[in-house]
């Protein structure tokens, strides 16, 4: 978004949180390097170009017109914002949020951030061998674009027999998201080290998870 001056010096508004920028770079880069991509932006796929976005078939209508938009992976940030209004969001689509009472955790209050998460728990407390599970169990230090960060994997799951696998709640058209594969490789790094294994949890995966816990029913862990 451009804003005129009246010295005719144009500044950019960044589209996730209003803020002002004097030239498109820093613009690009707060938001790149500032806010979330997938929630808040996807990037632009083609070399030339880079660019952060709300809206990939918007933006290719507009400034690559003469070049297919990708088909496949995420085309809209999940979470869109009325720049006017920096305090109010609207969300695309609409997520469930709230808590559960989880009767594996000795009645522990979790959070759960999105339907996905929801349906991942409800089937956690049902599943037999599960012993336990922890809502964002610990942080890894990652680097995005020579950026230090911090990742929080969704789930620590714990089974009977001692397994524990490590657990990432995600839409399968975020997986390829370059900031996505970074978290995770690091994830992966810190698994390995402790004999955990790491797994990113996707719309197919939470379909065979809520067969599994089968109503009650005593049965497997997600891979068997």
């Known amino acids: 978004m451009i804003f005129p001056q009246d010295n005719n010096q144009r500044k950019f508004c960044c589209f996730v949180c209003a803020e002002i920028f004097n030239t498109y770079p820093e613009m690009r880069d707060h938001i790149i390097e500032g806010h979330e991509e997938g929630r ?10 880079g660019c952060p976005v709300r809206d990939l078939r918007l933006h290719f209508r507009t400034k690559h017109p003469s070049v297919k938009c990708p088909q496949n992976g995420q085309l809209r940030a999940t979470v869109m914002y009325d720049t006017k209004n920096p ?10 949020e709230g808590y559960i009472i989880s009767e594996k955790n000795n009645g522990k209050q979790l959070h759960y951030r999105s339907g996905y998460e929801l349906e991942v728990y409800e089937s956690l407390e049902k599943i037999g061998d599960v012993l336990r599970y922890e809502v964002e169990p610990f942080s890894v230090e990652y680097f995005f674009r020579a950026k230090k960060k911090q990742y929080f994997p969704d789930l620590l799951v714990e089974y009977s027999d001692g397994a524990i696998e490590i657990w990432e709640i995600k839409p399968a ?11 995770w490789n690091a994830a992966k790094h810190h698994c390995q080290l402790r004999g955990w294994s790491f797994q990113v949890i ?23």
Not at 205 to 220: F, P, R, S, T, V
């Open 202 to 224: 996707s719309e197919d995966d939470i379909m065979n998870l809520k067969k599994k816990a089968g109503y009650g029913e005593n049965k497997g862990r997600l891979n068997e």
């Open 87 to 96: 305090n109010k969001k609207r969300k695309l689509p609409n997520f469930k």
């Open 173 to 183: 058209n975020q997986c390829k998201l370059m900031q996505n594969q970074s978290k």
């Open 40 to 49: 808040e932006y996807l990037v632009c796929p083609l070399k030339h170009c």
